[in-house]
């Protein structure tokens, strides 16, 4: 007796069972049923193209061998693809199909999958109404071009995002990545062209996802058995912002699921969005064909803004909060704070918490002693001239005594001391030290250094001093 499509397929079930874990055995077969077998074609029906081409890249070779062995060497199979009649437009699945298995599978070309799609079946794993449902966009609306300052660091990034926001999907800057350091505005400036997008055209499904939250979701995805609804919601998208994508680094799986969605998001003509914190070449842990799409559109990349920009950032945060800081205040942290864009305005905060809790209006002094610690902790490495200065206050010598040439104890005392503590603190070479401290060559650093550690061992109490000026270096 003939065997029915379901006995069949149910037979390959057996032997897929065994060959592949149970959780990939769970998300990707379980979902299948067999729809029809005539003659040696068994038509087996997926819930999505994604699936399709997911089950043609990882497991065509298994399924084609155990096809083989239920049906002899004339067996074939066929997929039905169920495509969501509210989400198709057109045709556009035909176009590009890949009608094999890619790498290794691509020799053996005995068994083409011919896909036919039918379009009737309603798909059962969609989200009903999406289309019609807003997507909430997830999209921060402080985020915007108007509040972003233009500056040198920023200039391509951010005229880029703004052509992407007025033309989504319609520039060639399809992915546009945004890549910088830490707290120099990528989520700010990706967030701002999302938000541009969405007062442009309402209606248009714009998504903001952490790379973080996306692997998160994947992981939860794959437990809940959830995949396709995963996949569905992101391929629906317009505009799709995924912020930080280094964070990709090492998770092979969520990047190949990834990899699916892009391709179709940007065969699709939807714009997609990234940022990182460094430039594609340079991103370490990320699959090869995953990183070539990256560098499909255009890369630009964020600089530390110059102290202008950074005044007017102050500047225009002050205004939005509607605080009042005195000029010479606001150039102080701008010209102190000089690395980060966040810090910057962290900064402000204290700044302005300080003077509330205190009623107290902030003068340069103020604020000079209430960021003492901010700045400090930035970790500005200690100079030489830090240490000069330090050395003359504990012995109360004046500063400029120390780069003389006179030879009284307590001045020599505090010049060796100075070297000491500036070979051993700065990275400075005994050439620069010297150099420093008065136009005297190496040897006299070395000299100095030699005599500031014996009298360590020797002299307890200049020990005691040496150790004193030391801890100060530490605090500060
Ligand atoms: P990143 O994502 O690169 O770490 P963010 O986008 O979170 O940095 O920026 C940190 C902070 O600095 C945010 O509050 C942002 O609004 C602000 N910021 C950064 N660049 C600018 C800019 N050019 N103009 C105004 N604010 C900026
Ligand atoms: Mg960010």
Redesign the pocket.
């Known amino acids: 007796m003939e065997k029915t499509c379901t006995e069949v397929w149910n037979s390959c079930l057996q032997i897929i069972k065994d060959n592949i874990p149970n959780q990939s055995f769970k998300t990707w077969f379980e979902p299948i049923s067999a729809l029809k077998l005539e003659g040696k074609v068994l038509t087996i029906q997926v819930p999505s193209l994604f699936f399709y081409e997911w089950l043609e890249e990882h497991y065509v070779g298994l399924l084609r061998k155990t096809v083989k062995k239920q049906l002899g060497d004339e067996g074939r199979l066929e997929y039905n693809i169920v495509v969501d009649k509210s989400s198709s437009t057109g045709s556009p699945y035909t176009t590009n199909m890949p009608s094999n298995g890619n790498g290794a599978e691509a020799k053996t070309q005995s068994m083409p999958i011919p896909v036919s799609i039918n379009k009737d079946i309603k798909n059962p794993f969609i989200i009903p109404g999406l289309k019609k449902l807003n997507v909430d966009p997830q999209l921060n609306p402080n985020?915007t071009f108007d509040?972003?300052?233009?500056?040198d660091c920023?200039r391509l990034a951010r005229s880029a995002g703004y052509a992407v926001a007025a033309k989504p999907g319609g520039t060639s800057f399809n992915p546009l990545m945004i890549y910088?350091?830490?707290?120099?505005?990528?989520?700010?400036?990706a967030q701002a062209i999302g938000n541009e997008i969405k007062r442009n055209v309402p209606d248009k499904l714009v998504i903001y996802v952490s790379c973080e939250k996306f692997c998160q979701q994947f992981v939860d995805s794959l437990k809940n058995n959830t995949i396709n609804d995963f996949v569905n919601f992101y391929q629906a998208m317009d505009v799709i912002i995924m912020?930080d994508v280094h964070n990709f680094a090492g998770k092979e799986k969520t990047q190949d699921i990834f990899f699916h969605i892009f391709n179709h998001l940007h065969q699709s003509g939807k714009q997609v969005i990234l940022?990182s914190d460094k430039a594609p070449k340079d991103l370490a842990g990320l699959e090869e064909r995953l990183l070539s799409r990256f560098k499909w559109g255009l890369s630009a990349d964020?600089q530390v803004?110059d102290l202008e920009?950074r005044v007017a950032?102050l500047k225009?945060?002050m205004y939005a909060d509607g605080i009042e800081l005195p000029g010479e205040v606001i150039e102080y942290v701008a010209h102190n704070i000089d690395n980060n864009?966040?810090e910057?305005?962290g900064a402000m905060v204290s700044l302005l918490a300080q003077s509330t809790l205190n009623k107290k209006d902030i003068d340069l002094a103020l604020a000079k002693q209430m960021l003492k610690n901010f700045i400090k902790n930035t970790s500005k490495e200690i100079s030489m001239e830090y240490i000069q200065k330090l050395v003359c206050e504990y012995f109360e010598v004046p500063v400029d005594m120390v780069k003389s040439q006179t030879r009284k104890r307590e001045i020599v005392q505090a010049r060796q001391i100075s070297m000491y503590l500036s070979k051993s603190h700065t990275k400075s070479s005994l050439k620069t030290i010297g150099a420093f401290f008065g136009g005297r060559d190496h040897s006299t650093v070395i000299y100095a250094c030699q005599t500031v550690e014996d009298l360590i061992e020797t002299d307890k109490k200049f020990k005691a001093y040496v150790n004193d000026i030391q801890k100060k270096l530490k605090m500060s």
């Open positions: 985020y509040n972003y300052i233009e500056g920023n910088g350091g830490v707290g120099l505005g990528k989520t700010h400036l912020d940022t964020l803004p920009t950032i225009k945060k864009v966040r910057l305005e």
